[in-house]
């Protein structure tokens, strides 16, 4: 199957009962989260979204200038809602705090969303979520990183655990080791080529079907590894 050129915004695709892979950056990749009260204030504006519109989150992670969700909606149309309001009530909550209203936007733009096959490449994506800060050196252990899900998996209360949803794959009983060995090229390679390159992340006929049914436009158009770089 050839993949079409992306003309303007990529169709975004927001059904219930799917998994997704969502993301954002800070505009120009500046600093958003250097405190922990930076990261404390965009934890309880997650649980506050959460509670108007329940989605279920599988992993997150929160990163100095971005973050990631790995999400399941319930009902069509609740990513957007979701994200609408906790990036919105972020950005405001944000320049309040650091006296910086009327500076300029916060996110370099909208979200990215990407659908996520509910296999290995759903466990892959948590792993590449979860990975992040180790793999940028901010800890040791992917699990001390504390502003993500995995940390509130191991470390959490009762309470804290409450905003993460089940899986709907089992978690491997070694996941905590598999989570700290480094992903290789080629799994890293295909995480990001979704993002670079607006195109679903599972199998190569899933993601036949998935732009078929969905009538997607992406910018992919070879199969394989992304060009160094990507």
């Not at 169709?11 to 969502?22: A, Q, T």
């Not at 804290?160 to 290789?184: F, G, H, R």
Request: net charge positive; hydrophobic share 35%; proline share 4%.
């Amino acid at each position: 199957m050839r993949y079409g050129s992306c003309m303007g915004r990529a169709l975004r695709i927001d059904i219930s009962n799917e998994i997704y892979h969502v993301l954002n950056r800070a505009n120009a990749r500046m600093t958003i989260f250097e405190k922990d009260n930076d990261y404390q204030a965009f934890e309880t504006i997650i649980e506050e979204a959460k509670d108007h519109y329940p989605i279920k989150i599988f992993s997150y992670q929160i990163m100095p200038n971005h973050w990631h969700f790995c999400l399941c909606p319930q009902n069509d149309g609740d990513i957007t809602k979701f994200m609408q309001w906790l990036t919105l009530t972020h950005a405001q909550r944000w320049h309040v705090s650091h006296c910086s209203i009327g500076a300029g936007h916060l996110y370099q733009g909208r979200y990215k969303s990407f659908l996520v096959q509910k296999d290995n490449y759903l466990l892959q994506l948590c792993r590449y979520i979860e990975s992040n800060a180790l793999r940028t050196k901010l800890v040791q252990k992917a699990e001390d990183w504390r502003w993500s899900s995995l940390w509130r998996r191991e470390h959490g209360t009762d309470k804290q655990k409450e905003l993460l949803s089940p899986w709907p794959i089992a978690i491997p009983v070694d996941y905590l080791e598999q989570v700290n060995i480094p992903l290789t090229k080629k799994e890293l390679e295909y995480v990001r080529i979704s993002v670079v390159k607006n195109r679903p992340y599972g199998k190569d006929n899933w993601v036949d079907a998935i732009v078929k049914k969905f009538a997607l436009e992406i910018t992919i158009r070879y199969r394989g590894r992304p060009k160094k770089g990507s």
